[in-house]
């Protein structure tokens, strides 16, 4: 069983910058993929960049790529967002998500377990 709990969340300008965390419990974290998603108001969930289970592959949404990135410190039990850049459609509550499949994928049913999410609002 693996539990997930997100932080970093807020309210930031466009244009501005976020540092989301997943925090995970569990002692097999290192053999996890894990996944950052996103819901919009009225919008399905959707991907937005995964890593495998020990970084050596990363996929990004085109939505994000070259404004955010996800890294992982195995030894914390942690895998990090950052967002640069940010826009008014990156508004949306962030999902972490874990895959005891250890490698990265795009699909929401390769995911195992799921933390709570949290709010990421941008202004104008």
């Known amino acids: 069983q693996v539990q997930l709990v997100e932080s970093g969340g807020g309210l930031v300008q466009a244009g501005g910058s976020l540092r989301l965390s997943c925090a995970a419990s569990?002692?097999?974290?290192?053999?996890?993929?894990m996944g950052w998603f996103r819901q919009a108001p009225g919008k399905e969930r959707e991907f937005v960049v995964a890593i495998s289970w020990g970084g050596g592959s990363t996929y990004y949404a085109d939505s994000v790529k070259g404004r955010f990135t996800i890294s992982r410190d195995n030894a914390k039990n942690t895998v990090y967002l950052q967002m640069n850049s940010l826009k008014l459609e990156d508004t949306a509550v962030y999902y972490c998500a874990a895959a005891s499949r250890g490698w990265a994928a795009i699909t929401t049913t390769h995911y195992n377990y799921w933390g709570q999410g949290t709010q990421v609002t941008v202004s104008s």
């Open positions: 569990g002692r097999t974290f290192s053999s996890y993929a």
